[in-house]
């Protein structure tokens, strides 16, 4: 329980009595802190604010369509929201300047930190989207065309094009309302599920081949070391969808992948079935996210990021 929560209603009502407002998105942007970003920046502007989008990473130029307007000191911010974040930390480093001081977070994570002033938040939704779908609507903005399609990403993407066991019968209906605004679901699905890079496909070919199997073959780990991500030159859009391929494989409760960042740091991406808690064992690293997806990031060598995670892997499964 998030002690300083609010409701979607008083979370509107926030944004529509500020202005020049700064609008965060985590670094490694997804689909759904962009799409969520993007719906809120389209809303603030139809009532009449002046607003902002801001990342510390670049966005990936397959997010283009989106619209979204980079802040580049347009204005001074007096008010910050957040959105799909979960920790101030998750902001980047570039994002000082205004993580310790966010006024609201929007986010669907359990594991949010309550970093916010005032935390709108509910962890049973699995798309930060679906949340900001409700707070757009609970500010009166018309859900155009451009809304549509920034909350569609986020739904479909974080929801792995409405398969992932978060989905409710609430996510499709939203969807369906998006549908009727404009959302393009052709275009959408087409470029995030039925398209992949030729970098993509390269680093998919090397995660297959040293891909290993750990206590019985219930846990299956993939490593992508720095060396084969600069071989391909590969970007953070290029790496979407990696993840999913280690917890696919039949008779796997956990999938694992770990990213290398430098020769010090690590991302681990955790996914799960339903026999194992993904946001328990991120948790175990100092990180978190969802029960069946989640994530952290561990300083140290490569040999201590496989043993540490493995650790809270065997920990899970024996539960």
Request: net charge negative.
């Amino acid at each position: 329980m998030i002690n300083n929560g609010i409701s979607i209603e008083n979370a509107a009502q926030m944004l529509l009595d500020a202005d020049n407002i700064l609008i965060l998105c985590h670094k490694n942007p997804d689909g759904d802190t962009l799409g969520s970003a993007a719906a809120l920046m389209y809303a603030l502007k139809a009532k009449g604010k002046v607003c902002a989008v801001a990342c510390h990473d670049i966005i990936p130029a397959k997010y283009d369509f989106l619209g979204i307007e980079v802040y580049e000191n347009q204005f001074v911010p007096e008010f910050v929201v957040a959105v799909d974040v979960a920790d101030q930390k998750l902001l980047g480093d570039s994002m000082a300047a205004y993580s310790a001081d966010v006024d609201l977070c929007i986010d669907h994570h359990p594991s949010n930190t309550g970093y916010a002033k005032y935390v709108c938040c509910d962890g049973k939704l699995p798309a930060a989207a679906q949340l900001m779908y409700s707070v757009v609507v609970a500010m009166g903005a018309e859900i155009d065309v451009n809304i549509a399609n920034s909350l569609y990403t986020g739904l479909m993407t974080d929801t792995g094009c409405f398969k992932f066991s978060s989905t409710t019968a609430e996510t499709h209906i939203v969807g369906a309302e998006l549908l009727k605004c404009g959302a393009q679901h052709n275009f959408i699905s087409e470029r995030f599920f039925m398209s992949r890079s030729k970098k993509t496909i390269e680093l998919e070919k090397y995660a297959l081949n040293t891909m290993e199997y750990f206590f019985d073959d219930r846990c299956a780990l993939i490593v992508l070391t720095k060396d084969i991500l600069d071989k391909v030159q590969a970007q953070p859009s290029d790496i979407d969808g990696i993840s999913a391929i280690p917890r696919s494989i039949e008779g796997v409760d956990v999938g694992i992948t770990i990213r290398q960042i430098n020769d010090s740091t690590f991302k681990i991406s955790v996914r799960t079935t339903e026999r194992a808690n993904a946001s328990e064992i991120a948790q175990g690293l100092g990180g978190g996210g969802h029960t069946r997806a989640a994530g952290c990031e561990v300083i140290c060598s490569l040999e201590g990021a496989k043993n540490a995670i493995l650790r809270e892997v065997e920990t899970a499964l024996c539960r």
